[in-house]
């Protein structure tokens, strides 16, 4: 699910797709990638709206191994309901993964596929979601309400701190996806698609246990400059302390590299003054293209390919000449 206009993470996104935004050097959508190619998924449909040709255009060097096909939603957004219905159509008959393009999750898929088609036998089910049982510090999410004796979801709650959540990862059968949702105008997936599942009894679970992760190591959104921001500075501190996800990390060294302790960029060749001015835990990234770089970096600044005469006082994320403080 890659067609949204990213809103929340304006400015950056008048400029860039979401998908492409980078984590350390590496476009967002790459670890997605990577998670369906260490599973054996050969194929992958991509919707598109927003940036839609560039999009297009950068993920073929991004895709690896997968035979990509694009979902155009170019002339109308369709939204999280009316994208599936639409992509179900390349899609065909077998049931697929859905992840989504603004948040990275480490969740072993072979594991999900074999609860989901445990309880299919057992229950018959159409959608079983990737949830964690407690969401990250600090945010809200909307919590998923579950029989844990059959794993079977029962309904929606309210936004709530540190509760059961779905990771935006799940399967899905086609034929939980009505025919009747329209192609032509935007819908929604929990209300068109989930809800409906939800009250026939076809929504499983593949519940992992997160309570003892108070930060989290298996989930990271990117859907605001903030949690952009903060997913750098935690992917650092994982990084420094060798804790983080094997796939994740493998990917972000084939980019990125450490400087000094809680420096890391993806810029080969810094001078040893650049170095010794700038403060951890920060990340310079070149996005490839470099001609000049600041006088240094601050602590708890993230900075790809800032423009010479921009203003970074203090914490924040820049992105060539876009520059948000967090306060």
């Known amino acids: 699910m890659a067609a949204g206009l990213g809103t929340r993470l304006a400015p950056f996104t008048n400029r860039i797709p979401k998908p492409l935004c980078p984590i350390m050097g590496v476009p967002s959508i790459q670890f997605s990638f990577d998670l369906l190619a260490q599973y054996g998924v050969q194929d992958a449909v991509v919707n598109l709206h927003h940036h839609a040709e560039t999009l297009r255009s950068q993920l073929q060097f991004l895709k690896g ?66 949830c964690f049982t407690h969401a990250p510090e600090g945010g809200e999410y909307r919590e998923v309400i579950i029989d844990r004796r059959r794993q079977l979801v029962t309904g929606l709650g309210e936004l709530r701190r540190k509760t059961t959540f779905y990771t935006g990862i799940s399967i899905i059968h086609p034929e939980a996806i009505p025919d009747s949702i329209p192609t032509d105008r935007p819908s929604d997936f929990v209300k068109e698609i989930l809800e ?88 310079l990234g070149g996005l490839g293209h470099v001609n000049e770089i600041p006088r240094a970096i601050s602590a708890n600044q993230v900075l790809y390919h800032p423009n010479a005469e921009l203003e970074t006082n203090g914490p924040g994320i820049a992105y060539e000449n876009l520059w948000v403080p967090i306060l």
């Open 65 to 130: 191994p997968l035979n990509l096909e694009f979902s155009d939603e170019s002339s109308c957004l369709l939204g999280s309901g009316g994208g599936v219905r639409r992509a179900k159509d390349l899609i065909g008959s077998e049931p697929f993964y859905l992840m989504n393009a603004d948040t990275i999750s480490v969740v072993h898929l072979k594991d999900l596929s074999q609860v989901h088609f445990e309880l299919r036998h057992k229950f018959g089910v159409e959608i079983t979601l990737a």
């Open 196 to 283: 409906p599942a939800i009250r026939r009894g076809k929504v499983g679970v593949y519940l992992l246990d997160t309570e003892l992760e108070p930060r989290s190591m298996r989930w990271f959104d990117i859907g605001s400059p903030k949690l952009w921001w903060e997913t750098h500075l935690r992917w650092i501190e994982l990084l420094e302390e060798d804790e983080f996800s094997t796939t994740l990390s493998n990917r972000v060294k084939k980019r990125a590299h450490r400087v000094r302790p809680n420096l890391w960029s993806d810029i080969a060749d810094l001078s040893g003054d650049w170095i010794a001015r700038s403060k951890g835990p920060a990340f």
